[in-house]
């Protein structure tokens, strides 16, 4: 069973960056067909896809985040992160590590989520 | 605001069966890439329906999927208690971000 867990900072001041961390276990970051991505939920309940990673390195990242957003991985630590750059109070959510299946396009695997406020 | 519309609410007794809709588009809902999610606070979000009406090992078979045009359906047969939590409904899209999801619905066992 793939397990994932984010890890970073708790609180973020506006016009920083954040920054998360997330480790893959019971399961290779390697295997194919599978896709590492970034998911955020507002306290207002919705739910945002913010990007992707794919082991290669190549990445898809939401229109939205412009020029805002970095997704890095690295094979051989079983991780992949986020880095979020000119934060706002907007980007005050839960973040969520989640793997995606490329055949079937779903959001199989999810970490527990970590909470990061943007507060000065 | 949701690329996907789901009602805000959705209530049943005990052992009755529920439908949550999710209305979208050709551009979204119209493929077969429509996925649901069981959200319980402070706990590992979970994949309760892929590819509109597949269910994953170890999902409860009192849950169902279905599509019928532009709108997917999850139903809940037999609720239980433990069935009281948020559901998100997310499908892969042609326009824009490749991923979007519903509003999400509350679901409450009576």
């Known amino acids: 069973q793939v397990q994932l867990q984010e890890s970073g900072p708790g609180l973020v001041k506006p016009s920083e960056t954040l920054s998360l961390t997330c480790t893959v276990s019971?399961?290779?970051?390697?295997?194919?067909?599978?896709?590492w991505s970034w998911i955020r939920q507002h306290p207002g309940k919705d739910l945002e896809w913010i990007g992707h990673i794919y082991y290669s390195g190549s990445t898809y990242y939401n229109p939205s985040f412009k020029s805002r957003v970095t997704i890095s991985v690295d094979t051989s630590k079983n991780q992949f992160s986020l880095k979020l750059n000119s934060v706002t109070a907007a980007d005050t959510a839960v973040y969520y590590c989640v793997s995606l299946t490329s055949w079937a396009r779903s959001f199989d695997y999810w970490g527990q989520g970590t909470l990061v406020p943007v507060s000065s | 605001q949701s690329a996907l519309t789901q009602p805000a609410s959705v209530s049943g007794s005990p052992g009755q069966s529920i439908t949550i809709s999710c209305s979208g588009t050709s551009s979204d809902v119209g493929y077969n890439f429509v996925s649901w999610y069981q959200l319980y606070p402070g706990k590992v979000p979970k994949l309760m329906i892929f590819e509109v009406s597949n269910r994953p090992s170890g999902v409860s078979s009192r849950f169902s999927g279905s599509k019928s045009g532009n709108t997917a359906s999850l139903t809940i047969s037999g609720l239980q208690a433990e069935d009281e939590a948020e559901y998100y409904c997310s499908s892969y899209t042609s326009s824009g971000t490749p991923y979007v999801f519903g509003s999400g619905t509350k679901v409450t066992v009576l």
């Open positions: 019971g399961g290779s970051i390697s295997n194919d067909g599978y896709y």
